[in-house]
């Protein structure tokens, strides 16, 4: 059974960081791109970041370029996200989410883990 | 980026009928050199994530009730329920994979 767990989210200050990570088991870990995506509170799907299977190919949206750093380590068919100056913009739900090629859709999402930035 | 436009925001279909959504995207997402259209539709029900339908604008997800299809090509998509059904109630979200993943801002079907 496949499954992708989320933790690390949690009440943040802005300016502050925060570290997400994402369990993956039930399939080859090391063949699937790897992705965050967001949903702030009542509204819609952003893509966030991706990493490719080998961490060769490692792409951002614009609104967190510079601030967040995507990571994996398929040892232990993990992927993280490292968020560096977390503004009261970034507060959402983020899933974990994998797809088996650049160009293919997400096959299975996560249940998410809730990021809040307020003072 | 690709933008991706759906309509309408929202809808309310009485049970046994058909619910309609269309999606829009800015620039074409067809291949050529596959034919294929990169283009996904999501369904998400409350308080859960979401979950794959249909890609490459037609095709269902393994397991998905074939009263859920996908038609259009190239900019004009649209997904379709045949006969909704209590549990169909969701948000729905059109998503291309042509390029830097972008979704649609999601269709919320109602009961009627």
């Known amino acids: 059974e496949v499954q992708l767990v989320e933790s690390g989210g949690g009440l943040v200050q802005p300016g502050r960081s925060l570290r997400l990570s994402c369990a993956a088991s039930?399939?080859?870990?090391?063949?699937?791109?790897m992705h965050w995506v967001r949903q702030a509170p009542g509204k819609g799907l952003e893509w966030v970041s991706g990493i490719s299977g080998n961490s060769v190919d490692i792409k951002y949206a614009d609104s967190v370029k510079g601030r967040f750093t995507i990571s994996r380590d398929n040892a232990k068919s993990s992927v993280f996200l490292q968020m560096n100056s977390l503004r009261p913009d970034d507060t959402a739900l983020y899933f974990c989410?994998?797809?088996?090629?650049?160009?293919?859709?997400?096959?299975?999402w996560g249940q998410g883990t809730l990021v809040t930035v307020s003072s | 980026d690709i933008v991706m436009t759906q309509s309408p925001d929202s809808l309310a279909v009485s049970l046994g009928e058909r619910a309609t959504i269309n999606c829009k995207s800015s620039q074409s997402v067809s291949y050529s050199s596959n034919n294929k259209n990169h283009l996904a539709w999501y369904q998400q029900k409350p308080g859960q994530p979401p979950k794959l339908l249909i890609y490459w604008a037609s095709t269902r997800e393994s397991g998905v009730p074939d009263r859920f299809s996908g038609s259009g090509s190239g900019t004009d998509f649209t997904l379709t329920i045949s006969s909704l059904q209590a549990e169909d109630v969701a948000v729905y979200y059109c998503q291309q994979y042509y390029s830097t993943p972008t979704f649609g801002q999601g269709t919320k079907v109602a009961i009627k």
């Open positions: 039930g399939f080859t870990f090391s063949a699937f791109g």
């Open positions: 989410t994998k797809r088996i090629s650049a160009q293919a859709p997400f096959d299975f």
